[in-house]
């Protein structure tokens, strides 16, 4: 596989605002679903990543908003793995309109690994080599 | 003290939907703010009943949608205990806009009281008796 | 078809709440997901809808939580209509997951067509036709 | 007045994650609390805005976060405009624990002023004398 990972979702009427568009914050949610789902596709789950005590929280996130997204789109959410360290990953996003293709945010994410006590914790070394793989 | 507790809340950009109003769901998030607010006006704080150990879970949840709210409306959540027992409470609301007095909707909900396990706990015989002291 | 429509999600972790489960608010978005999902089962697009000019604003919505859902857990919803009048449709809802089959919550909603300006107004014909279809 | 201003807020159970904290993207919710009560200690509502057919659209959010925020604790948004041009405006924010002062999460946004068809067009004039007397 390449580092780069795609998934879809349909927006929810919940997720659009007034203005008529999805509200802004909902994005870093989309961002989570898609980081997650790369995962997955490596065969890792987060889930069972958290179980062994490990999380990963993010500590650093930027949206750019490029074109809106409205209620019913079809968006696809494409996730690259674009750094791994010892205690810290990053990830870049492109959300689009999967029908379109328009451009709609770029977004780019830090998380930093922590124990269930929420200090810097190392990532388990099999679950860094299967990200370190896909660099 | 009467056994209803009124609390304000402003209604948030990111509640609203494209239909202008506030999203269905979010009446709920309301209704969580004032039980949260009508406990710690009895004295007792629900995290520190978490932190003993001691949850209580949503059984059942009832809204009528009277009028809708919208962006900036300052809101009056009303909250009123209606029932206690070993391992369960009941909450009725009324959801007000604040500057006119028109109501928006009514909702009840039934909790029940959970250990960190998720299974049916009882209340703690302390916190019983607060609750039963506005019955 | 059948009256009842099933749709599968994938929990996210924004779902969740510090209880470690998905928080009660958010099952009347997957309520909302599956009612779209039907109508578009049966050729309708709740989006088209709005574009003519009409809404279906919730006047009423029950669920009852039966055990919890948690992150990444699969999700199926299984909304039914169980009632269509001029100005007023229904929907139950079967919320379960989807890999082990466990009844998670049943919901019910009330919900009214409205025009543009939050008034009382008629289904479209065409479309009530079609809800009508699979009572 | 300063150029900063400072509202609070109360972190809802509705917030938290299963990892016990603040989900990342409800900080972006705050930051527009924040810029809400920022435009109304000028004596300018955000509603009033939209009502005249101009909305502020976020272009560009980063946020970093520094310590997590937790359900009932008290939060202070300091909201500081630090940008006006005829279509645009910047906040800068700080989000902080109102009890201990630690600081939780820094934020910056830059939104773009848009009609009600989300094209570009120039924030008001009256609206924007009253943002550059702050700056």
Redesign the interface.
């Known amino acids: 596989m390449t580092h780069t990972h795609a998934t879809e979702l349909?927006v929810?009427?919940?997720e659009?605002?007034?203005?008529?568009?999805v509200?802004?914050?909902?994005y870093?949610?989309w961002c989570?679903?898609g980081r997650?789902e790369l995962l997955r596709a490596l065969g890792r789950?987060?889930?069972a990543l958290?179980a062994e005590g490990i999380?990963l929280?993010?500590?650093?996130?930027?949206?750019?908003?490029l074109s809106?997204a409205?209620?019913?789109d079809r968006i696809r959410v494409e996730t690259t793995l674009t750094g791994v360290r010892s205690r810290a990953v990053t990830f870049d996003y492109l959300i689009a309109n999967a029908e379109t293709g328009a451009r709609l945010a770029t977004a780019r994410t830090a998380l930093v690994s922590i124990d269930r006590d929420?200090r810097l914790a190392a990532i388990p070394q099999d679950f860094r080599v299967v990200l370190e793989s896909v660099l």
């Open positions: 349909r929810r009427y919940a659009t605002d007034r203005m008529g568009v509200y802004y914050a909902n870093l949610i989570e679903v997650v789950s987060y889930a958290e999380g929280a993010v500590s650093e996130a930027t949206v750019r908003y809106p409205r209620f019913d929420g």
